[in-house]
């Protein structure tokens, strides 16, 4: 009896996680752009208007490619980093990862305000340069992380024997090492693309008139007018980001997501 | 000699990190600053508040109220995936997926289902249970609903890194050994378990403090957390140093919160582990 009990709790929780989700798909697919009892009539409406407003979807040309050049700059420098820390332990290298990972200890914010400054420190505050920016400092520990787990894995007996065969070091990298870790690198540059995609708390702080993003707009859609449309948008991204999560699971599997932390 | 010369590729990453370093030093600095000199005029000023000291006090406790709330949902749901002998993926799925889902939408998604004119409350008046719209947004009930689903994931997948790889030999040794499932989980899989726990509830408590957007669009106007008045001040008047010392008592009340959880955790993991972190 207790079995099944704490079984259906389980379930309902299970069912939870994805409803908030479900509720507002089922919403952009009808009239009033609301999921009430009884259903309203079913129309497209809401993507009709979503996809013919060209100020939408300029934002979500805007924000995805903000995106692919964060994830690109990320997963380059962490790539870097990963690198150098894993092969060569030298003298303050804890320290270096420690303060690659930062970021993720400090509310966001309270990297909002510190962000704000630095821009306007730079001389880039209210621009999609300073968001970009921004944005790489915050997604940074996102890509170092699962390009140093796909590295731990890489045998270092590969590489010497590389060496040993007389590759240079460029070729041993692109023919061993690249290879190896490519499901890290892939895992590492979509997570910084979803990260930057969707940023809200931190980017809220950072945007001018001049330059604003997707989540951002939607975020001030949502408070001003509320209008139904927003759940056709909130819809297509999901879409999308089902899409990618679909895609990374086929392609390099979903456990670097939950890889445990080597003490060491 | 290429050691040191491969040790020149950290510094493209090194820059981000000292860009990163430059920007929270300026925001200390800045905290400080009164007129033309430094002193904690800043931060005297902000307790002298009564509303600022209040809204302090709510973002405290509604961190805590959303960290605990993970935890009692959240373990079930950890315990449950990594004991399932299906196929986990679609369950890691269900918890993945709504994490990499933007923050913004899955808030949304809360103001649909408990707004006045939404989901729950057209389905209790259908069925006749309620005479007028609840009100479950806009209030802390919202925020606190909101926060817990937009975290819980954090907290799920902390756990289960634990629970997935850990040493599965312990547990049957205790089975062996005449243990019942419920005293073996007590006295083997809930202590093994327990840095993961400590590990999730530091992260959701973090998160939590610093959210700006589930309390902006689920709280009220009363119920601000102190992210939502730092952004309402920085949005209209334009003090930075004001700003800065706002932002730094809120990185000093996680700070504070966080700290002894983190020391407790290393305690925790040494004595699971048998041995220390190297």
Not at chain 1, 7 to 12: D, E, G, S, T
Not at chain 1, 100 to 124: K, R, T, Y
Not at chain 2, 130 to 138: G, K, S, Y
Request: glycine share 8%; hydrophobic share 55%.
């Amino acid at each position: 009896m207790m079995r099944y009990m704490a079984l259906a709790v389980v379930v309902v929780l299970f069912a939870l996680l994805p409803l908030p989700i479900v509720i507002v798909a089922i919403s952009s697919l009808t009239q009033t752009g609301y999921f009430t009892v009884p259903l309203p009539d079913f129309s497209l409406h809401w993507y009709a208007e979503f996809f013919t407003s060209a100020i939408w979807i300029r934002l979500l040309f805007v924000s995805a490619g903000i995106a692919i050049l964060v994830a690109l700059v990320s997963t380059c420098l962490a790539m870097m980093a990963a690198m150098v820390i894993h092969r060569y332990r030298f003298t303050g290298s804890s320290a270096f990862e420690a303060l690659i990972m930062l970021p993720l200890v400090f509310p966001n914010a309270a990297l909002g305000v510190a962000f704000l400054g630095l821009l306007s420190l730079l001389g880039v505050s209210g621009s999609y340069l300073g968001i970009g920016l921004a944005h790489c400092l915050i997604t940074l520990p996102f890509a170092y992380r699962p390009i140093l787990n796909s590295l731990r894995k890489l045998d270092p007996a590969l590489i010497e024997a590389g060496q040993s065969l007389g590759a240079t070091p460029a070729h041993v990298l692109r023919t061993v090492t690249l290879p190896i870790i490519r499901p890290g690198l892939i895992t590492a540059f979509i997570f910084c693309f979803i990260v930057s995609f969707d940023e809200a708390t931190v980017t809220i702080f950072l945007i001018g008139p001049q330059a604003t993003t997707l989540p951002i707009r939607i975020l001030t859609e949502i408070q001003e007018s509320a209008s139904p449309v927003i759940a056709a948008i909130s819809t297509f991204l999901v879409v999308i980001t089902l899409a990618i999560i679909l895609v990374l699971e086929r392609t390099v599997g979903l456990e670097l997501f939950a890889e445990p932390e080597k003490q060491n | 000699m290429t050691q040191n010369r491969n040790l020149l590729w950290l510094v493209p990453p090194g820059f981000m990190i000292a860009l990163f370093l430059i920007g929270v030093s300026y925001l200390v600095v800045e905290s400080l600053r009164q007129g033309s000199g430094f002193g904690l005029e800043n931060f005297s000023a902000f307790f002298q508040r009564a509303d600022y000291v209040r809204v302090l006090y709510r973002t405290i406790w509604i961190s805590c109220v959303v960290t605990v709330c993970c935890a009692i949902l959240g373990y079930p749901l950890a315990f449950a995936i990594s004991r399932y002998r299906g196929n986990r993926n679609f369950l890691m799925m269900l918890v993945i997926m709504p994490w990499l889902v933007s923050i913004v939408v899955r808030t949304y998604g809360w103001v649909v289902i408990l707004g006045p004119r939404g989901s729950l409350n057209s389905i209790l008046l259908h069925l006749g249970l309620i005479e007028r719209p609840l009100r479950m947004i806009f209030n802390q009930t919202g925020v606190v609903i909101g926060l817990v689903h937009v975290f819980i994931p954090f907290f799920i997948i902390s756990v289960l890194t634990v629970l997935l790889y850990r040493d599965a030999t312990l547990e049957e040794a205790s089975q062996t050994l005449g243990a019942g499932p419920v005293r073996t989980f007590w006295n083997v899989t809930a202590p093994l378990s327990l840095p993961g726990v400590l590990t999730g509830m530091i992260l959701v408590y973090l998160l939590s403090s610093g959210a700006i957007v589930t309390p902006l669009l689920l709280g009220g106007v009363r119920d601000g957390m102190l992210s939502t008045q730092i952004y309402q001040d920085v949005l209209q008047v334009f003090d930075y140093p004001k700003a800065a010392s706002m932002a730094m008592i809120l990185l000093l009340v996680s700070f504070v919160v966080i700290i002894p959880f983190q020391i407790l955790e290393r305690h925790v993991a040494t004595r699971v582990s048998g041995r220390g972190h190297g």
